[in-house]
């Protein structure tokens, strides 16, 4: 009887599931890939690393300056102005915030009155026609500040690891807001590797596709798509492989903490940074949406890591037109990042 009982409840529970999957069915959800509505697709710092000594910032006097450029996308804006707003504040971010550049509240407003817990960096207004907008501005933080930062960061910073910076960028239009964070990382001098440089923006040098790959994966005829007003024909429906190419996986020495008890800090040595891929588009969708240079765990060295990502075309004309815009967006382990703009053009 009670086994009877179990299995009526079961059977219950997997009719109420399907009935939640068949309404599940009936919604429409946009694919991360495809940007419909207002979004910021990348920030990007240059430079993105910045190294500091830690004894020199009592006698500078000049701040410490990199150049932020935002990539906001505002597909339905009708040329609208998009309002913006940025924060700092010396915070880490979780891994997966900082790797994949996903939206995240991590500096908090300044209060009338009490003592400032954010840098306000800068403010305005789009005044270009969009949908795509390039939003630049300068960072820069004064040397009391960034000591400051360091003084509070412990023991890290007395440790001589690396300080990031958090920027907080708000936008607005219409009733549509959006908060994405950026990292600058102000990083110490290494014992024994004073030379080494700081970390560079991952840059994509070309643009591969083709529609077609072999039994072990490798492109069939493949050709490069040029940016500028370059356009690849791509049928309703249809599909075709995007692989990112050029961009450089540095080496570099790091700080890390040990296991003992109590930790102690060594110099690890970083063969080939990870670099990461992500994909966007006005029409259609890309899977996977990620891709990066992280072998699997079942790996060949001979083999080759697919950074690729397989673009499907929509089955109708869209009512935004023929003219797709494609992004893909590079970002490393160390607060690097850029990003490339590619055309396709629906075929009937």
């Not at 949908?131 to 001589?160: C, M, N, R, W, Y």
């Amino acid at each position: 009887m009670k086994r009877m009982k179990r299995m009526k409840r079961t059977a219950m529970t997997v009719a109420a599931l399907s009935a939640l999957a068949v309404g599940a069915g009936c919604a429409s959800f946009e694919d991360e890939t495809t940007v419909i509505d207002l979004r910021v697709l990348g920030l990007a710092a240059e430079p993105p690393e910045i190294y500091v000594d830690q004894s020199t910032l009592d006698s500078r006097t000049d701040p410490f300056t990199s150049d932020i450029t935002a990539l906001v996308v505002d597909p339905k804006g009708a040329g609208r102005p998009v309002s913006y707003s940025v924060l700092a504040c010396p915070r880490e971010i979780d891994a997966v915030t900082a790797a994949t550049g996903r939206n995240g509240v991590v500096c908090q407003p300044n209060v009338p009155g009490m003592p400032p817990s954010s840098l306000e960096v800068t403010s305005g207004e789009t005044t270009d026609p969009g949908p795509a907008h390039e939003i630049t501005f300068p960072f820069q933080v004064p040397p009391e500040l960034l000591k400051l930062a360091f003084s509070v960061d412990l023991p890290a910073g007395s440790q001589g690891f690396q300080l990031p910076i958090v920027l907080q960028m708000q936008i607005g239009a219409g009733t549509e807001s959006v908060t994405a964070t950026k990292r600058v990382i102000f990083s110490q001098p290494i014992p024994d590797h004073e030379g080494q440089t700081a970390n560079a923006n991952p840059m994509i040098a070309q643009v591969m596709t083709y529609t077609d790959r072999d039994a072990d994966a490798n492109p069939i005829d493949s050709k490069e798509l040029p940016g500028g007003n370059a356009r690849l024909m791509v049928n309703l429906g249809s599909t075709v492989w995007f692989e990112p190419d050029g961009a450089t996986a540095e080496d570099y020495f790091t700080r890390e903490l040990t296991r003992d008890n109590p930790p102690q800090v060594k110099t690890k040595e970083v063969a080939a940074e990870t670099l990461r891929y992500a994909f966007f588009t006005t029409a259609g969708s890309f899977a996977p949406p990620q891709t990066s240079t992280q072998p699997p765990l079942i790996f060949n060295p001979t083999d080759r890591i697919h950074v690729e990502s397989h673009y499907t075309a929509p089955k109708t004309m869209p009512d935004t037109g023929a003219e797709v815009t494609v992004w893909i967006l590079a970002r490393d382990e160390r607060g690097g990042a850029s990003w490339v703009q590619r055309g396709v053009t629906l075929v009937p």
